[in-house]
């Protein structure tokens, strides 16, 4: 096997340049035009923000729907939607719209927010670090990702999915080359449910789900 | 690595010294030239007074140069800023142009410079129209808005944005700050230094030095908030607060300011300050002067509440101070004080005198939930907005911009 490089990431957030949305008509137009790397800023890169809390839900969609728009029923469809599930943003934004369209549907007004309150479409550059650590052998990898970084830790199981081997974290990726020997502890990897984590908190289900696996042994 | 940086690593972690070191191996021998107003009071000039240094640190080729003004121009520029955070204000043509000769004044003296800088980063407005009188520009041109600008007083936007459309991206603090613009807007958090005189930490003696010199008594429940004399920091509604209180509680307020060069409008809100605080001997009015930083660590330190009851507010850098230096804070509910105070966590948002009061009175009553959010807060500051977070944001987005190219991922 080869070292396993310890990479570590920042967002740099910008504009995407899209008009705010005002109303649930807004947000269906802008989500059916803009690019594939807002709706994946919306949807994935919330981990990684300066955020306080764990919000209910952990797409900027769910949560602006309940906290502005102030319609539940639309937060709680939205909110189950897994993107990590989606072959494709593509798949994922006809998700999103087909929930809307039905909840529009069901409505007899069109909710909207006052001034302020507005959904602002933004989008991020990863920056991606080399920290210049290595890990040699899969028994050092449940300690190694104790020590990482909130970047690094989005940045080798989360922003990895996206990336070939499309749908794969990187450490799964890399214990793969071992072989057999570590299956155990690929289904340990696998059988944790990203969508309710922090980074912090994931980290930390990471580490007891390989110790459990046998790997950190 | 350089001695500047290493004396951070401490605090903000071996991680984030190595992504600085990479970005500034890709940045080497740069110049950047960081311009704004002042060279001290406020929140701008305190950033530039580390980011400079640390920039040189990493290897980037940074000054700091500050544009000289009347106090006309500065009552003028103040004007400005009062109509980007929505007030009604008067901009005459002339006064407009008094702004532009201003401008053009400073322009002779810094044209040289800023026509050779790879990179030129304007802050905020009062030097904003050095652009144009630059014609010959080489490098690229960035401005940064320090300020609010979500519903600006239209009439003082709409002369503002044909003067910083033109620059080649701008940045913001917040995602609700942002205007539109036809270039990039990046969205920058401001930050602090841990470091600094205003945040290290002290020792016993010297906070029981300041409380003996305000004549603060030990024994009763301190309140502070500190901000310049401004009427968006809403001083006295924080009195209005206290007093409420008082009725229940013997609280003392402190609020300590200073002047900045380029707010003329502070004397006069002190005196309504002043006035409002009358006969309340429990109530510390401070004027205090720009390098008195250990004085304000102090008197937050000792507080037991740190309070910014903003109605209007950029970031909110005494909030995350007061943060920093583990105490509640009970501030307005606006602009980037939001992306600080969050109810139970690490305060309270509030919207009125009468809701700091109710506040304020639970935060007294319940002194373990003080004490755990005091906690909460230090450790969310470590993550989010020291000085480190910040100038790495600076370093990437100067990549990005010479890059040229808008990518998803970025290899440093």
Request: net charge negative; proline share 6%; aromatic share 8%.
């Given at each position: 096997?080869?070292?396993?490089?310890?990479?570590?990431?920042?967002?740099?957030?910008?504009?995407?340049?899209?008009?705010?949305?005002?109303?649930?008509?807004?947000?269906?137009?802008?989500?059916?035009?803009?690019?594939?790397?807002?709706?994946?800023?919306?949807?994935?890169?919330?981990?990684?923000?300066?955020?306080?809390?764990?919000?209910?839900?952990?797409?900027?969609?769910?949560?602006?729907s309940?906290?502005?728009?102030?319609?539940?029923?639309?937060?709680?469809?939205?909110?189950?939607?897994?993107?990590?599930?989606?072959?494709?943003?593509?798949?994922?934004?006809?998700?999103?719209?087909?929930?809307?369209?039905?909840?529009?549907?069901?409505?007899?007004?069109?909710?909207?927010?006052?001034?302020?309150?507005?959904?602002?479409?933004?989008?991020?550059?990863?920056?991606?670090?080399?920290?210049?650590?290595?890990?040699?052998?899969?028994?050092?990898?449940?300690?190694?990702?104790?020590?990482?970084?909130?970047?690094s830790?989005?940045?080798?199981?989360?922003?990895?999915?996206?990336?070939?081997?499309?749908g794969?974290?990187?450490?799964s990726?890399?214990?793969?080359?071992?072989?057999?020997?570590?299956?155990?502890?690929?289904?340990?990897?696998?059988?944790?449910?990203?969508?309710?984590?922090?980074?912090?908190?994931?980290?930390?289900?990471?580490?007891?789900?390989?110790?459990?696996?046998?790997?950190?042994? | 690595?350089?001695?500047?940086?290493?004396?951070?690593?401490?605090?903000?972690?071996?991680?984030?010294?190595?992504?600085?070191?990479?970005?500034?191996?890709?940045?080497?021998?740069?110049?950047?030239?960081?311009?704004?107003?002042?060279?001290?009071?406020?929140?701008?000039?305190?950033?530039l007074?580390?980011?400079?240094?640390?920039?040189?640190?990493v290897g980037?080729?940074?000054?700091?140069?500050?544009?000289?003004?009347?106090?006309?121009?500065?009552?003028?520029?103040?004007?400005?800023?009062?109509?980007?955070?929505?007030?009604?204000?008067?901009?005459?043509?002339?006064?407009?142009?008094?702004?532009?000769?201003?401008?053009?004044?400073?322009?002779?003296?810094l044209?040289?410079?800023?026509?050779?800088?790879?990179?030129?980063?304007?802050?905020?407005?009062?030097?904003?129209?050095?652009?144009?009188?630059?014609?010959?520009?080489?490098?690229?041109?960035?401005?940064?808005?320090?300020?609010?600008?979500?519903?600006?007083?239209?009439?003082?936007?709409?002369?503002?944005?044909?003067?910083?459309?033109?620059?080649?991206a701008s940045?913001?603090?917040?995602?609700?700050?942002?205007?539109?613009?036809?270039?990039?807007q990046?969205?920058?958090?401001?930050?602090?230094?841990?470091?600094?005189?205003?945040?290290?930490?002290?020792?016993?003696?010297?906070?029981?030095?300041?409380?003996?010199?305000?004549?603060?008594?030990?024994?009763?429940?301190?309140?502070?908030?500190?901000?310049?004399?401004?009427?968006?920091?809403?001083?006295?509604?924080?009195?209005?607060?206290?007093?409420?209180?008082?009725?229940?509680?013997?609280?003392?307020?402190?609020?300590?300011?200073?002047?900045?060069?380029?707010?003329?409008?502070?004397?006069?809100?002190?005196?309504?300050?002043?006035?409002?605080?009358?006969?309340?001997?429990?109530?510390?009015?401070?004027?205090?002067?720009?390098?008195?930083?250990?004085?304000?660590?102090?008197?937050?330190?000792?507080?037991?509440?740190?309070?910014?009851?903003?109605?209007?507010?950029?970031?909110?850098?005494?909030?995350?101070?007061?943060?920093?230096?583990?105490?509640?804070?009970?501030?307005?509910?606006?602009g980037?004080?939001?992306?600080?105070?969050?109810?139970?966590?690490?305060?309270?948002?509030?919207?009125?005198?009468?809701?700091?009061?109710?506040?304020?009175?639970?935060?007294?009553?319940?002194?373990?939930?003080?004490?755990?959010?005091?906690?909460?807060?230090?450790?969310?500051?470590?993550?989010?907005?020291?000085?480190?977070?910040?100038?790495?944001?600076y370093?990437?987005?100067?990549?990005?911009?010479?890059?040229?190219?808008?990518?998803?991922?970025?290899?440093?």
């Open positions: 096997m080869n070292p396993f490089e310890v990479k570590d990431c920042a967002l740099l957030i910008r504009m995407s340049g899209l008009p705010p949305a005002v109303n649930l008509r807004e947000l269906r137009e802008r989500i059916a035009a803009c690019g594939e790397n807002v709706l994946y800023h919306h949807f994935c890169e919330t981990t990684l923000r300066p955020t306080f809390d764990d919000p209910d839900y952990r797409n900027d969609f769910a949560v602006w309940k906290l502005y728009l102030g319609d539940r029923v639309l937060a709680e469809r939205l909110g189950i939607l897994d993107p990590y599930a989606s072959d494709s943003m593509e798949e994922l934004r006809a998700a999103v719209l087909d929930i809307i369209d039905d909840r529009l549907a069901e409505l007899t007004m069109v909710p909207w927010v006052r001034p302020g309150d507005e959904f602002l479409f933004k989008e991020a550059t990863t920056v991606v670090f080399d920290t210049g650590e290595r890990i040699h052998h899969p028994r050092d990898l449940a300690p190694a990702i104790g020590r990482m970084t909130n970047g830790v989005y940045y080798h199981f989360l922003e990895a999915l996206r990336r070939p081997p499309i794969k974290d990187d450490f990726a890399w214990l793969l080359e071992g072989g057999e020997e570590y299956a155990s502890y690929l289904v340990s990897l696998g059988s944790i449910d990203i969508q309710f984590h922090s980074l912090a908190h994931l980290r930390k289900e990471l580490v007891a789900a390989l110790a459990q696996a046998g790997v950190g042994k | 690595m350089s001695p500047l940086l290493s004396a951070y690593e401490a605090i903000a972690g071996s991680s984030a010294l190595t992504q600085l070191r990479r970005l500034g191996e890709k940045l080497a021998g740069l110049r950047v030239v960081h311009v704004n107003s002042t060279r001290e009071g406020g929140g701008v000039a305190e950033i007074e580390w980011m400079v240094p640390l920039m040189r640190d980037v080729d940074a000054s700091w140069e500050v544009i000289h003004g009347t106090p006309r121009f500065f009552e003028i520029t103040k004007a400005i800023h009062n109509g980007l955070q929505g007030k009604a204000v008067d901009l005459p043509k002339k006064d407009w142009r008094i702004y532009q000769d201003v401008n053009e004044e400073n322009a002779q003296r044209r040289p410079l800023l026509e050779e800088a790879d990179i030129v980063i304007i802050h905020d407005p009062q030097p904003a129209h050095l652009l144009k009188l630059c014609p010959n520009r080489k490098g690229k041109w960035i401005w940064r808005a320090h300020i609010d600008i979500s519903r600006p007083f239209r009439p003082v936007w709409k002369v503002l944005r044909t003067i910083v459309d033109k620059y080649d940045i913001f603090s917040m995602t609700e700050f942002a205007q539109p613009l036809p270039h990039p990046f969205l920058v958090p401001p930050s602090i230094d841990p470091l600094s005189e205003k945040n290290r930490e002290l020792g016993p003696e010297e906070i029981a030095g300041a409380r003996t010199e305000f004549g603060i008594d030990p024994e009763r429940p301190l309140l502070v908030q500190v901000s310049r004399f401004d009427r968006f920091k809403d001083p006295i509604g924080v009195i209005q607060a206290s007093r409420l209180v008082r009725k229940v509680i013997p609280v003392q307020l402190v609020l300590a300011g200073g002047g900045a060069t380029d707010d003329p409008e502070g004397k006069a809100v002190l005196e309504d300050v002043m006035e409002a605080a009358e006969g309340a001997p429990d109530i510390h009015v401070l004027l205090l002067p720009s390098g008195a930083h250990t004085t304000i660590n102090a008197l937050q330190r000792m507080a037991d509440i740190v309070l910014q009851k903003s109605t209007r507010e950029g970031f909110g850098l005494t909030v995350t101070e007061g943060l920093w230096k583990g105490k509640p804070v009970i501030g307005g509910d606006v980037g004080i939001r992306l600080q105070v969050v109810n139970y966590h690490t305060g309270f948002l509030v919207n009125t005198p009468e809701g700091a009061a109710h506040r304020i009175r639970y935060l007294l009553r319940h002194h373990d939930r003080a004490a755990e959010m005091g906690r909460i807060g230090r450790e969310f500051v470590r993550e989010n907005f020291l000085l480190t977070r910040h100038l790495r944001d370093l990437t987005l100067i990549l990005a911009i010479r890059s040229g190219r808008e990518e998803r991922v970025v290899f440093v």
